[in-house]
């Protein structure tokens, strides 16, 4: 059973930061690509980063510049992802997921995390 457990969600003040980390386990080949969604109460999940095994980034625009994603890539650790958030605002407030996306398409989801970022 493939299960991706977040960690290091929280309340942070208005400039401050904070990094999350999702490890995966269960399953025995790296996914294709692993990434960050979040949700805020009255939205749509929205992409807020991935990250393929290519090495390919991609950033929703409210975060560039602000939010690093980063795998771990040892041996292994190879399906753990890192979302270093910095200069976050009251809107960066939402319930953080991860995700991971397998060669075939296949989405799995972590519990979520919350952050909460107070003005």
């Known amino acids: 059973q493939v299960q991706l457990v977040e960690s290091g969600g929280g309340l942070v003040q208005s400039g401050g930061s904070l990094r999350l980390s999702c490890a995966a386990s269960?399953?025995?080949?790296?996914?294709?690509?692993m990434g960050w969604y979040r949700q805020a109460p009255g939205n749509e999940r929205e992409l807020v980063a991935t990250?393929?095994?290519?090495?390919?980034?991609?950033?929703?625009d409210s975060v560039k510049g602000r939010f690093a994603i980063s795998r771990d890539n040892t041996k292994n650790t190879k399906n753990t992802v890192y979302l270093q958030m910095n200069s976050l605002k009251p809107e960066d407030t939402a319930v953080y997921y991860c995700?991971?996306?397998?060669?075939?398409?296949?989405?799995?989801w972590g519990q979520g995390t919350q952050v909460t970022v107070s003005s």
């Open positions: 990250l393929g095994s290519s090495g390919s980034t991609m950033y929703a």
């Open positions: 995700n991971g996306r397998t060669i075939l398409g296949q989405d799995y």
């Open positions: 269960g399953i025995f080949f790296s996914f294709k690509y």
